[in-house]
Structures are given as structure tokens and as C-alpha cells.
């Protein structure tokens, strides 16, 4: 059973830096795309960030310039480096990924459980 497992979240100031890594598990699978996304209370989850299998990345206007995403394709991991944290990013951050099960020969999504970011002002 294929899985994402997120690390990394906790509480810093305003200003402060985190990095979060998601990765992926469980049999035989080649990972696609893969990509950040966020859920503030009373909003909608909304896209941070994504990054393609050959390293293109691509962000949301809130996060650019501040925040990076990166991949390490041998340990089927994906980060995302966030600097100068605002109480605006507060939210439960989530890593998705696009997985193509070899035995099977189907890609689907799969999403991490979720890490609370919070940023104090």
C-alpha cells in the first residue's frame, strides 16, 4: 500500500524558517509529479507548490520568492523549504503526488496526512 508520510511542521515567528519533506512508500511505484498544498481554517485547500518528475517547479504568487520546493528522486521525497514565514501561511500543509503502481499500471493521487504549520505574529 503506497503512502505519503510528511515530517517537518510545528511553530515559529513571524520571519522564521521550516522545511517539510513528504515521502513516499510502500511497493513497487515510479512517482510523477508531486506538490504542495495548504488548508487555512475555514478555507479551501489551495496549491503552494509543484515540482514535475525533471524538476520544474511552478508557484502560487503568496509563496514566491520565499518559499522552494525540491525533490530527491532516489529517496522518492519531496520538500518544501519555507522562509520568511508570515501568520498569513498558517495552515495544515499537505503533500501530494501522482503515483504510477507498476503491478497494477495505474497512476493515481495520493496525499500525505497533513502537518500544521503555525506562525506567530
Known amino acids: 500500500q503506497v503512502q505519503l508520510v510528511e515530517s517537518g511542521g510545528g511553530l515559529v515567528q513571524t520571519g522564521g524558517s521550516l522545511r517539510l519533506s513528504c515521502t513516499a512508500s510502500?511497493?513497487?511505484?515510479?512517482?510523477?509529479?508531486m506538490g504542495w498544498y495548504r488548508q487555512a481554517p475555514g478555507k479551501q485547500r489551495e496549491v503552494v507548490a509543484r515540482?514535475?518528475?525533471?524538476?520544474?517547479?511552478n508557484y502560487d504568487d503568496s509563496v514566491k520568492g520565499r518559499f522552494t520546493i525540491s525533490r530527491d528522486n532516489a529517496k522518492n521525497t519531496v520538500y518544501l523549504q519555507m522562509n520568511s514565514l508570515k501568520p498569513e501561511d498558517t495552515a495544515v500543509y499537505y503533500c501530494?503526488?501522482?503515483?504510477?503502481?507498476?503491478?497494477?499500471?495505474?497512476?493515481?493521487?495520493?496525499w500525505g496526512q497533513g502537518t500544521q504549520v503555525t506562525v506567530s505574529s
Open positions: 501530494q503526488a501522482k503515483i504510477f503502481r507498476v503491478v497494477i499500471r495505474r497512476t493515481d493521487d495520493y
Open positions: 510502500g511497493g513497487f511505484f515510479v512517482v510523477n509529479d
Open positions: 515540482i514535475t518528475s525533471d524538476g520544474r517547479e
